[in-house]
């Protein structure tokens, strides 16, 4: 087996994710126990019953860009090199749907509240950023808003209804959401 350094952490209240490679573990928040660890990876942890075993193949093909998880805290958006964002049940820890994307995403975040599903808002490596819907029969993803350069990172503000973007020529970008069409301002890099 070979040694990977971590590249990645994220968490919500109840799951502390950390991704490595093609690979992501998870610990829970509260007791700091592994909760579920790649079949791979599973013998350091084959003798305690409540570590789930994920299964290879329903790992990311890529290396693990973004994770982000859900209001609610049931399903968690795992984005890849692969060009896709994988959707995981945080009760079962199985695999519940893979969306395919045209670019290699950078960022990812949940649009929904504690109560509905709502869609998957995607920020790629060439500075766009998409709505893709998750309910059944979902059309095709919506693009929201683009950069003139690589976004870095992403935030989306539900209690405010911000979308808040950044990119690699220091300008920090806040949209309203949905409307991401009305600019509320532009943050711009300076020295000084």
Same mark, same amino acid.
């Given at each position: 087996?070979?040694?990977?350094?971590?590249?990645?952490?994220?968490?919500?209240?109840?799951?502390?994710?950390?991704?490595?490679?093609?690979?992501?573990?998870?610990?829970?928040? =509260?007791?700091?126990?592994?909760?579920?660890?790649?079949?791979?990876?599973?013998?350091?942890?084959?003798?305690?019953?409540?570590? =789930?075993?994920?299964?290879? $193949?329903?790992?990311?093909?890529?290396?693990?860009?973004?994770?982000?998880?859900?209001?609610?805290?049931?399903?968690?958006?795992?984005?890849?090199?692969?060009?896709?964002? =994988?959707?995981?049940?945080?009760?079962?820890?199985?695999?519940? $749907? $893979?969306?395919?994307?045209?670019?290699?995403?950078?960022?990812? $975040?949940?649009?929904?509240?504690?109560?509905?599903?709502?869609?998957?808002?995607?920020?790629?490596?060439?500075?766009?950023?998409?709505?893709?819907?998750?309910?059944?029969?979902?059309?095709?993803?919506?693009?929201?808003?683009?950069?003139?350069?690589?976004?870095?990172?992403?935030?989306?503000?539900?209690?405010?209804?911000?979308?808040?973007?950044?990119?690699?020529?220091?300008?920090?970008?806040?949209?309203?959401?949905?409307?991401?069409?009305?600019?509320?301002?532009?943050?711009?890099?300076?020295?000084?």
């Amino acid at each position: 087996m070979t040694l990977q350094s971590i590249h990645g952490l994220w968490s919500n209240k109840h799951h502390v994710v950390a991704a490595y490679g093609k690979r992501f573990f998870v610990v829970d928040a =509260q007791s700091n126990s592994l909760v579920a660890v790649p079949a791979d990876h599973a013998h350091a942890s084959s003798d305690d019953a409540h570590v =789930q075993v994920l299964r290879v $193949a329903d790992m990311p093909e890529g290396a693990v860009r973004a994770i982000a998880f859900h209001r609610n805290g049931e399903l968690m958006a795992v984005a890849s090199d692969s060009r896709s964002v =994988q959707l995981w049940n945080t009760k079962t820890w199985s695999l519940v $749907a $893979a969306k395919p994307l045209l670019k290699r995403p950078n960022a990812i $975040a949940f649009s929904g509240d504690e109560t509905t599903l709502g869609d998957l808002v995607v920020a790629d490596k060439f500075g766009d950023v998409y709505r893709i819907p998750l309910g059944a029969g979902s059309e095709k993803a919506k693009l929201l808003l683009g950069h003139c350069s690589l976004v870095t990172d992403m935030i989306l503000s539900h209690e405010n209804g911000f979308l808040i973007t950044s990119d690699r020529d220091e300008k920090i970008r806040v949209s309203l959401f949905p409307d991401t069409f009305e600019i509320d301002g532009f943050c711009l890099g300076h020295k000084g």
